[in-house]
């Protein structure tokens, strides 16, 4: 017995899908914000993010030929909490760094923001990969801070964090695909 469920699976999926919109939300700023904007590349990031979609939803329905264990209510009310404070956290930034007219420093404040809501979401979905994503994003918007020059702060910090979100997607879609395709349903249950 292995310990896959269809749980992980449709979790992994799930994330997947999740880190695709923000990905592509994050690299819209970063056209946005550097006035790069052009069809082309919109209908690019609609199409990684299609993608990682198609993605999900191959791997959720994979899910559902798993055993599946009830589930938790408590991880729901975490997870809703966690990204309250989360979003929280990210308004009370933007309106702080407005009044004191450090504007160009927002996404980089907000990607530490994001990449700290990680490290519970890690522990509550047993998802070890969640640290590492935490730890790129701060380093990220840290090292961005110190290094880039501030007129291309914003942009490239969007840019660096849509970039993390779907690199940390396709590895959710990676191993749970491979996962559901090492694995058949039958093997993950005990006899």
Not at 49 to 75: D, E, K, Y
Not at 113 to 131: C, E
Not at 139 to 166: K, Q, R
Request: proline share 5%; with cysteine.
């Amino acid at each position: 017995m292995n310990g896959v469920t269809g749980n992980q699976l449709k979790g992994m999926a799930i994330g997947a899908m999740v880190f695709g919109f923000f990905g592509a939300v994050w690299i819209v700023f970063g056209l946005l914000v550097s006035e790069a904007m052009t069809m082309e590349r919109l209908a690019g990031v609609i199409l990684g993010c299609a993608a990682m979609f198609a993605g999900g939803i191959v791997l959720r329905h994979t899910s559902r030929g798993w055993p599946i264990q009830p589930n938790n209510p408590a991880i729901g009310r975490v997870f809703g909490l966690v990204n309250a404070l989360q979003w929280g956290a990210g308004f009370a930034s933007w309106f702080l760094l407005r009044h004191w007219r450090l504007d160009d420093y927002f996404l980089s404040v907000l990607t530490v923001i994001v990449g700290l809501h990680f490290v519970p979401l890690a522990r509550l979905f047993r998802a070890p990969s969640h640290y590492a994503v935490a730890v790129i994003m701060v380093a990220w918007a840290v090292a961005g801070i110190i290094y880039l020059p501030l007129e291309h702060l914003p942009s490239l910090t969007a840019y660096g964090d849509g970039l993390i979100l779907w690199q940390s997607g396709a590895q959710a879609l990676a191993v749970g695909l491979n996962l559901a395709r090492r694995t058949p349903a039958q093997e993950a249950v005990p006899a």
